[in-house]
């Protein structure tokens, strides 16, 4: 079986899987429970976030006082705001939140407030600061991070040159414009740099990435790096240019790094690096929690990064049994 075809299969047996926790998760023994908390997911499709529903679930496994509800917003705004809507009306304790789109969610996040229900925010911001708490990465951090070492592979400070592919993650999320903006506060420095694309989304999503890619692949003899706003953006630029046997001629440069799919796929060579994105499903039920027993939380809690290439994959993969 191709290693496309694997990774789509272990997407979808995640999806299944999370899925069937999350009809369990929150009904059992309900009337035992202190605190019911409920967790509006934008979809547990995508790897990543099918990791982060893994995360959380097994923070809320820690804690039998809470009921965890999560919903699936099935990677549309207006099915997200529904599922708020309810869990407003489900009167829960606590709010996590992680839009689809930031602007898309501002209103109904702004009811929960109004309702009295402490709000955490996770991984994407809305478009208000009345929230209780905002937890994940620095997204410009780490596009710096990106940005610095696509330099590094394209010749060095002062000396960096050749024609980058950038593609986006949803134009309408934050952490794509700070990906994107982190990135070029280093690489626009770089007179030799070239931009060949112009503002192309790939919803974070690796078959469009692949047709983006494509056609940048017909207009463009020469294509030194590609940065993908998340791994497998980058992994989908790489079968395109595999495709037509030019994948050796490129750099690709993603973000994410989870063990099964972007560590791996820098220890075979697929990707020249990624940046670790850690989930904040764990972190965010725990803040909640002390939060809901009387602790102060902070306003914002920025989860670490790392920069994973060949020189360290395979010690990440051996650390989780892979």
């Keep these: 079986m191709k290693r496309r075809e694997l990774l789509k299969l272990a997407a979808v047996t995640a999806a299944l ?13 309900a009337q035992d429970k202190k605190w019911k ?39 549309k705004t207006e099915k997200q705001v529904a599922d708020v809507e309810n869990l407003i009306r489900q009167e829960v304790d606590a709010l996590l939140v992680s839009p689809k789109e930031s602007a898309g969610l501002t209103g109904v996040v702004q009811q929960a407030i109004d309702a009295k229900i402490p709000v955490f925010v996770l991984d994407r911001n809305v478009e208000t600061k009345d929230y209780t708490q905002f937890v ?23 000396k960096a040159a050749g024609n980058v592919v950038e593609i986006w993650g949803g134009m309408g999320t934050q952490p794509a414009h700070d990906r994107h903006d982190g990135f070029h506060e280093f690489t626009d420095k770089e007179p030799g740099i070239k ?6 989304s790939g919803d974070w999503k690796q078959d469009q990435a692949y047709n983006i890619m494509a056609t940048a692949l ?17 992994y989908g630029a790489y079968l395109a240019a595999k495709d037509v046997g030019r994948e050796k001629d490129i750099k690709f440069i993603g973000i994410d790094g989870l063990p099964n799919e972007g560590v791996q796929l820098v ?32 306003k914002t809690i920025t989860l670490p990064t790392q920069k994973i290439t060949k ?8 650390e989780h049994g892979l």
């Excluded at 017909?218 to 980058?234: F, Q, T």
């Design 218 to 234: 017909r207009n463009n003899e020469k294509i030194d790096l590609v940065y993908g706003h998340n791994d497998p953006m980058a």
């Design 195 to 200: 931009y060949l694309l112009d503002k192309q």
């Design 311 to 318: 020189e360290n994959a395979a010690q990440i993969l051996k």
């Design 37 to 75: 908390i409920g967790f509006s997911q934008v979809t547990t499709i995508e790897p990543w976030r099918a990791q982060f529903n893994k995360d959380i679930l097994a923070e809320a496994a820690k804690h039998p006082e809470v009921e965890l509800i999560i919903t699936d917003g099935e990677d």
């Design 17 to 29: 899987l999370t899925t069937t926790a999350l009809l369990t998760s929150g009904n059992a023994y």
């Design 136 to 158: 994940g990465g620095d997204n410009k951090l780490i596009g710096r991070a990106a940005g610095e070492y696509a330099v590094e592979l394209l010749g060095g400070k002062g």
């Design 267 to 298: 220890a075979n060579g697929e990707l020249t690096a990624t940046f670790t994105y850690v989930t904040p499903g764990a972190e965010g039920l725990r803040q909640a929690i002390k939060f809901l027993n009387g602790e102060k939380v902070e």
